[in-house]
C-alpha cells in the first residue's frame, strides 16, 4: 500500500511538473506540531497563485524519484541485482539525511522549550511579586461590603478562623470585621509638639549580648506597609519565649483601626508578614483597646476595650486564661501618649518579664510602671516616674529601664527620658529616633530580636537598638 502511495505521489508529482505549479511547504500547526503539506495545482486550477519552489521541494523531488525507481524494481519481481543495490543504498543514505534533518528540527524545537520555560518562569516570579504587593485600595468611608458573617458573637464555630497558607489578602479582608466605624477615625488624635533636642550618643562600650543602658536606635526597617485604612495604626509583635505550636519565627499583627477589634492574625515568619499571607487568624472573645498589646510565654496580653481590665489569652487552647483589672489604672482617654487613640495602658515585655506602662488619677498622670506575675496578672511591684504620660509619644521597656520617646511625628526626634527601677533614678537623655512615616502609633521592644518594633503610619517598621555594658 505504501509504496502503491508513492507512486501515485510521484506520478502526481510528474504530472504537475509538466504544469510546473507544484508547492511544498512546512509550518507548525495549530497545536504547534511541525506539519508537512505538499501540493499540486490541477491543471484546471492553473490560475491559483502557487507557492514557489525551493530546495526541499527539489530534495523531495529527488528521493520520490528514487523511491519511485525502486518500486518499479520491486513491483516488476527484478531479481535483487547491482542496480537494486545501489538504489536502496541511495535511498538509505537519503533517509539518513532526511532523519538528520529532523534531528536538527528536534534540536531546535528542544530549544525553544526551553527558552518557554525560562520565561514561564520569569512569569511566574513576576506574578509572585505583583501578588505580594498591597493592592491599591482607596480609603472609602463607607462600610466594607463584605458582611461575611463572621461578626464576633454570632457563634462558637466563627470564634477560630484557620486560613491556609497562600490565602491571598482579598480572602483575609474578607474576614475582617464589618462592623468597623469609620467616623470614629478622629478620635483621641492630639497635636503633638515638636521638639528638636540636639543629637548626641553617649560613648559607651558596646555590649551584644548582655543588657545595658540604650546607646543608639539604628534607621527604622519597614516591613510591610498595610493595604487598607484599617491599617493606620496597629501593633504587631513577636513572642521572645513561645510555646508550642508556634516558634520564635511567628509574627502577630493586629489592626486597631476600629471601635470592636477582634481579630489576630498570625504570619508564621517575617516574609510572610511581608506578604501579607497570614497563617492563622484568631477572632478574640474581648475587643482589644489600641495598640498596648503584647506577646510573652505563648499568650496575649491586652487592654480589654473601654475598661482597664488586662486580659491574657493563650493562644494554645485559643480562650482567655486570665484577666485582671489593673488598681486605679486610668483608660480610654484619661492617660494616653500625645497621640491619643486610647493608649493609656501599654504592655511591655524585656529580659526581665512583663511590665505594663500606665497613669493614675493619685500619680496625677504620671507614668506608673508596674511589673506583672505574667501567669496571674497580678502587681508584683510598682513604680511611679516623675514624667507625664500625656506629654510623651510612646514608652518601652530594655532591661528594666523605662524610655520614652519625645514625638510621634517628627521624623528626627530623640528618645529623651529613662527611668531605671533598680535605683528609682530618672535621667534625661537624647538618642535620635526616626519617624520615618510621622505617625508612630507603637513602639515595644523585643528581648530576642534586641530590635524596637512599631508601628509608623500603615507601615510595620523596626528599629536595630545598640545596648551599652551593665554597670
Ligand atoms: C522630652 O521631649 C518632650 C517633648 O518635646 C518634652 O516635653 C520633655 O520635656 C522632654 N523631656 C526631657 C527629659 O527632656
Ligand atoms: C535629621 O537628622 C539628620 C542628622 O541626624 C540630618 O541629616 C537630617 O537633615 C535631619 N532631617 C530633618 C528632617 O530634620
Request: net charge neutral; with cysteine.
Amino acid at each position: 500500500m505504501w509504496s502503491l502511495a508513492v507512486v501515485w505521489i510521484s506520478s502526481l508529482l510528474v504530472s504537475a511538473q509538466a504544469q510546473g505549479t507544484a508547492s511544498f511547504w512546512k509550518g507548525n500547526d495549530r497545536s504547534g506540531r511541525c506539519q508537512y503539506s505538499f501540493t499540486v495545482d490541477s491543471p484546471k486550477e492553473a490560475s491559483c497563485p502557487s507557492a514557489g519552489t525551493g530546495p526541499e521541494m527539489e530534495a523531495l523531488k529527488s528521493r520520490l524519484g528514487l523511491l519511485e525507481v525502486l518500486v518499479a524494481r520491486l513491483a516488476g519481481g527484478e531479481a535483487p541485482g547491482t542496480v537494486a543495490g545501489a538504489g536502496l543504498k541511495e535511498a538509505y543514505s537519503q533517509a539518513m539525511r532526511e532523519k538528520t534533518q529532523l534531528q536538527r528540527e528536534k534540536d531546535r524545537l528542544g530549544q525553544q522549550v526551553n527558552e518557554l520555560q525560562l520565561r514561564v518562569t520569569e512569569l511566574q516570579k513576576e506574578a509572585e511579586r505583583l501578588r505580594s504587593r498591597p493592592c491599591p485600595q482607596v480609603p472609602s468611608p463607607s462600610v466594607p461590603q463584605h458582611d461575611s458573617g463572621l461578626r464576633p458573637g454570632t457563634g462558637p464555630a466563627l470564634s477560630h478562623l484557620v486560613s491556609r497558607p497562600g490565602r491571598t489578602q482579598e480572602d483575609t479582608s474578607s474576614l475582617r470585621d464589618p462592623s468597623w466605624q469609620y467616623s470614629s477615625l478622629g478620635y483621641q488624635e492630639l497635636k503633638a509638639e515638636v521638639a528638636e533636642v540636639p543629637a548626641s550618643s553617649p560613648e559607651a562600650t558596646e555590649d551584644n549580648t548582655g543588657c545595658g543602658e540604650l546607646l543608639s536606635v539604628g534607621e527604622p526597617v519597614s516591613h510591610r506597609k498595610a493595604d487598607n485604612i484599617g491599617g493606620r495604626y496597629g501593633v504587631w509583635m513577636q513572642d521572645p519565649e513561645p510555646v508550642t505550636p508556634y516558634d520564635t519565627g511567628m509574627v502577630w499583627r493586629i489592626d486597631t483601626v476600629g471601635s470592636d477589634v477582634r481579630q489576630l492574625f498570625g504570619y508564621e515568619n517575617m516574609e510572610q508578614l511581608s506578604r501579607g499571607f497570614p497563617t492563622k487568624v484568631l477572632l478574640l472573645p474581648e475587643a482589644v483597646e489600641s495598640t498596648g498589646a503584647t506577646m510573652y510565654r505563648g499568650s496575649l496580653y491586652y487592654q480589654r476595650r473601654r475598661s482597664r481590665t488586662l486580659i491574657r489569652y493563650d493562644l494554645a487552647s485559643e480562650s482567655v486564661a486570665a484577666r485582671r483589672d489593673l488598681p486605679h489604672a486610668g483608660f480610654h482617654g484619661q492617660f494616653p501618649y500625645s497621640w491619643g487613640g486610647y493608649t493609656d495602658i501599654d504592655f511591655a515585655v524585656d529580659e526581665e518579664g512583663l511590665w505594663v506602662i500606665y497613669s493614675t488619677n493619685k500619680a496625677k498622670g504620671a507614668i506608673v510602671l508596674s511589673q506583672l506575675d505574667p501567669h496571674s496578672l497580678e502587681v508584683k511591684r510598682s513604680w511611679e516616674t516623675n514624667i507625664r504620660k500625656t506629654t510623651v509619644a510612646n514608652a518601652f521597656v530594655i532591661c528594666g529601664r523605662l524610655y520614652t520617646v519625645a514625638s510621634y511625628t517628627s521624623p528626627n526626634t530623640t528618645v529623651n527620658y529613662s527611668f531605671d527601677t533598680t535605683n528609682s533614678q530618672s535621667k534625661a537623655i537624647s538618642v535620635p529616633f526616626k519617624n520615618r512615616h510621622r505617625y508612630n502609633s507603637m513602639i515595644d521592644y523585643n528581648p530576642v530580636q534586641r530590635k524596637l518594633f512599631a508601628w509608623d503610619n500603615y507601615h510595620i517598621v523596626s528599629y536595630d537598638v545598640r545596648l551599652g555594658k551593665q554597670q
